[in-house]
């Protein structure tokens, strides 16, 4: 069964790096995409980027200055680091598997308050 | 930028059908995917590609999808289903998502 788990600070003070890992299990992170999505209370989804299975990235344009994502095959997890955090950076972030039958396995999340 | 629309809310009778539209320009070209999220947990993946889905899915929860709109169907609606509902489609290489409806029961 695959299982996704997301972990990092859960606060994040106002101009420092956001960082989160997702250490998955039950599949192998070199034949899957995989992606970080992300809720701020009370509002939507939102896709912030892509990692692909061979290595390749895509982000979000407005974060596209700020945001890096990455992989460590050893470990079978892949990061997010979003550098210089705002309170509109404050939201639930979870870590995704893409398909092309959608996005098929989710974190459970994880709630990251950026506070000044 | 491609955008979805989607209702804020949707509201059914206990044992009714419920119908979640999703617009987009053409979204009838693309494979559309949606997901129920119940408070507090993560969402859940209900159809995918239009009209699949997923192993556990209930029959009750079916999708169509033609022109510029596309819909989530949920027969006999229960207590249980009262949730938010996404539409998702790629938009060139990143995953994009309609705003969301909220499902009343």
Request: aromatic fraction near 12%; proline fraction near 2%; charged fraction near 20%.
């Given at each position: 069964?695959?299982?996704?788990?997301?972990?990092g600070p859960g606060l994040v003070k106002s101009s420092e790096t956001l960082s989160l890992t997702c250490a998955v299990s039950g599949a192998s992170i070199n034949s899957y995409d995989w992606t970080w999505i992300r809720q701020p209370p009370g509002k939507g989804l939102d896709c912030i980027g892509h990692i692909y299975?061979?290595?390749?990235?895509?982000?979000?344009?407005?974060?596209?200055?700020?945001?890096?994502?990455?992989?460590?095959?050893?470990?079978?997890?892949?990061?997010?680091q979003l550098t210089s955090a705002t309170a509109a950076d404050t939201?639930?972030?979870?870590?995704?598997?893409?398909?092309?039958?959608?996005?098929?396995?989710?974190g459970q999340g994880v709630l990251v308050t950026v506070s000044s | 930028s491609y955008e979805l629309t989607q209702p804020l809310s949707v509201s059914v009778a206990l044992g009714q059908t419920a119908r979640i539209p999703c617009g987009g320009d053409n979204v009838g070209n693309k494979d559309v995917h949606w997901y129920q999220q119940r408070p507090g947990q993560a969402p859940v993946l209900v159809i995918y590609r239009d009209?699949?889905?997923?192993?556990?899915?209930?029959?009750?929860?079916?999708?169509?999808?033609?022109?510029?709109?596309?819909?989530?169907?949920?027969?006999?609606?229960?207590?249980?289903?009262?949730?938010?509902?996404?539409?998702?489609?790629?938009?060139?290489?990143?995953?994009?998502?309609?705003?969301?409806?909220?499902?009343?029961?």
């Open positions: 069964q695959v299982q996704l788990q997301e972990s299975y061979s290595g390749g990235t895509n982000y979000r344009s407005s974060l596209k200055s700020r945001l890096s994502i990455s992989v460590d095959r050893s470990k079978n997890q892949f990061s997010l939201a639930v972030y979870y870590c995704a598997r893409v398909s092309g039958a959608g996005i098929d396995y989710w | 009209t699949n889905r997923p192993s556990g899915i209930p029959e009750r929860f079916s999708g169509s999808n033609s022109g510029n709109t596309a819909t989530l169907t949920i027969s006999r609606a229960q207590d249980g289903d009262e949730a938010d509902y996404y539409c998702q489609v790629w938009d060139g290489s990143l995953v994009l998502f309609g705003g969301g409806t909220k499902l009343t029961v």
